[in-house]
């Protein structure tokens, strides 16, 4: 069993204005084989938590902590984070012009694992996961991201969880831009990554219809850079209802 836990986090920007705080002490504990749904109007900082868990340089933590089974994870380079079993599908995945997808998926696993997978299970495995996000095999020989239509970019992040099995991934939006079936499919992946190696997730997302598919365990609102209320899934139910505005208002 595994512990992500994330105190008192403040996060700041660098802007032309100078630095900007964008998360105002954000508090979260998940432990393996939970999912926490983090829900939140466009521009309340969610997509900066899941780069600040990330590393992403950009993003300045100012103060408070975050660690992983007692690590301190802000004292880890990115890929540091990664090998200790953190995962980030990104909410607008980067081209990568000259890298297929195949070259990409295997050097991460052999990053993260420490060592290179044995080439036949490796195939096996990367084509059973394809299949099974009904991905074309063809997939594997194009340059990660280049010319990928919303939905392909959103399916190979979780390709990449599958893959990669971490012990906690940040799914920041990965709902967005899917239409029905893909979010079914995408969802499907997900549950089935969880469901193989038991990771904890944090799924970031700014609709509830995702969590039709992915029932959370609990449920955060997130509200200008903070977690301004917190639930079980039924405060999932009340978002769809009444969306965010008592507590957009309450926060102001
Ligand atoms: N690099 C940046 N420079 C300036 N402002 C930023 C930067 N990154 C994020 N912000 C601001 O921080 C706030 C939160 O952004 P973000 O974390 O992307 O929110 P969300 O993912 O919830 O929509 C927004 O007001 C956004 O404009
Ligand atoms: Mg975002």
């Not at 990928?148 to 992040?157: A, D, L, P």
């Not at 499907?188 to 190696?197: D, F, I, L, Q």
């Not at 997730?201 to 200008?224: G, K, S």
């Not at 301004?228 to 899934?233: F, L, W």
């Amino acid at each position: 069993m595994s512990t992500l836990q994330i105190t008192d986090l403040h996060v700041s920007v660098e802007t032309e204005e100078g630095a900007k705080e964008i998360l105002k002490g954000v508090t979260l504990t998940i432990n393996s084989g939970e999912t926490h749904a983090i829900m939140g109007p466009n521009g309340s900082g969610k997509s900066t938590l899941a780069y600040s868990i990330a590393g992403h340089p950009r993003y300045t933590v100012t103060s408070g902590t975050i660690t992983l089974d007692g690590e301190d994870v802000l004292a880890m380079s990115v890929d540091e984070r990664a090998r200790a079993g953190l995962f980030l599908a990104m909410q607008y995945p980067v081209e990568v012009p000259g890298v297929t997808v195949s070259n990409f998926l295997r050097t991460a696993k052999t990053a993260v694992s420490g060592e290179a997978p044995k080439l036949r299970h490796w195939v096996k495995d990367m084509r059973g996961a394809m299949d099974n996000l009904r991905m074309d095999s063809s997939f594997a020989e194009r340059n990660v991201n280049e010319g990928f239509s919303g939905g392909e970019k959103k399916r190979h992040e979780i390709l990449q969880m599958e893959l990669l099995e971490p012990k906690f991934a940040v799914l920041d939006e990965t709902d967005s831009g899917l239409d029905v079936d893909a979010l079914r499919v995408v969802s499907e992946g997900v549950n089935r990554a969880k469901e193989a190696t038991g990771s904890g997730v944090l799924l970031i997302t700014h609709y509830t219809r995702i969590l039709r598919y992915i029932t959370p365990d609990h449920v955060h609102v997130f509200v200008d850079g903070r977690i301004a209320e917190q639930g079980g899934p039924e405060l999932a139910d009340d978002l769809e209802a009444n969306g965010y505005d008592r507590f957009v208002t309450a926060g102001a």
